[in-house]
Each structure stands twice: as C-alpha cells, then as structure tokens.
C-alpha cells in the first residue's frame, strides 16, 4: 500500500478551498450571463405591437388593438365563476382615447389612440397585483354596468367606460370623469384602482428606460 503524504493532503485540501472560493466569486458573473442568454418574454409581443403601429397609421392600430382585446376569451384565465376574466377603462381625454385592458391572469395593455402604448405588464409583479385588482374590483362593480352587444363606442371627451368581459357576456357603461371624483361609490373605487395599474405601468416603463 503506497504511503500518502501530509503535504499531498495538504495541496488537495488548498485546490479545493480554491475551487469553492471561485465559483463563489464567479457567480454572479455567471448568473448574469445566463439570464443574459434567456430570452425576453416581453420583447417578442413590444416587438410585435411596435411593428403593427409603424406599419399602421395611429387610429387603425389603436382600433385593432383594442378590438382585440374585447374579443379576448376566458380560455386559461383564472376568474372565478361568475366573475369577470377581463376589464377595459377607457378614458376620452382632449381629441384622443387612453384604452386600459387588463385580465385575471395579470396581464395589462395600455392603447393611445394617438398612437403607442405600453404592454407586458405581466411580467411586472407589482402591476401584475394591480391589474388583478382592478378585475376583482371591476367584478364588485359589475351591477352598474349593463348588458352589450358589439364592440362598445369609445367614450367622448371627459367621459370614462367601464366594460366587464365575462363568461357570460360583455356589461360595459359610460359616465362623466369628474363625477368619479365627487363620488365613493363602486365606479369611483373601480377608476382609482385603473389609475393605479396605469402608474405601475408607467413606472416600470421609468425604470426600464
């Protein structure tokens, strides 16, 4: 049997102290180069709404979109019996439209009917949380909205829709924006919950530029 030396022993023991430290201090490094690597789950769908509004003029872009998202289906969205997998707040500001639609799942668009937008809020925890609140909210609200068929008409100047997509049917309704304000009824709370998808939206847009 050969004889092993301390000094051996010893050299092993260092290599693998050695080893540990370097895949301790290289693992950031190494972590940040495979996220690197991943790809961006939002930037195929910015790259392909950026794409759609270049090629079209502001208003047919703005009116695809915002069909599209009326005519989303409940399929794998996680809404309640009864309650709705999808809501819209749109709001009439000057000569242009803001289209905010938001789903069970989290996920949050924004449309101007001027053109541009912001998307992918999904990926975003915090307007992920926000945009699920505003559906639950617009599910507490949902009796002062009535009964539609079609694609609702955008809302004039100063004035605010609420639309409900539900199993069961589309429930949409329009009122005066400063009578939000004044009130504190299920529509009031309904409105600030939308502004507040819309400012996690429009901060993490501030982060990310």
Known sequence: MSHVHPIQVILLLVCIVAWILYRKQTAPARAAKKKAALPDPDKAIRDAVEKVIKQE???????????????????????????????????????????????????AKIFYQSGGGMIGGIAHETTRNAA?????????????LGRVTGLPPVPGPDKVRFSALTPRGLFSTEVDRESLGEAQGPLSALFYSGQEVV???RQVKTQQS
Do not use: H, W
Not at 77 to 96: D, F, K, T
């Open 57 to 107: 003029p502001p208003e047919v872009a703005f009116a695809n979109l915002r069909k599209e998202a009326f005519l989303t289906t409940p399929d794998n969205l996680p809404a309640g019996e009864g309650q709705p997998y999808g809501a819209v707040m749109e709001m009439g500001i000057s000569e242009s439209v803001v289209t905010l639609a938001c789903f069970a799942d989290g996920d």
């Open 132 to 144: 699920k609140g505003f559906v639950a909210a617009t599910g507490k609200a949902i009796s002062q």
């Open 199 to 201: 400012a996690q939206m």
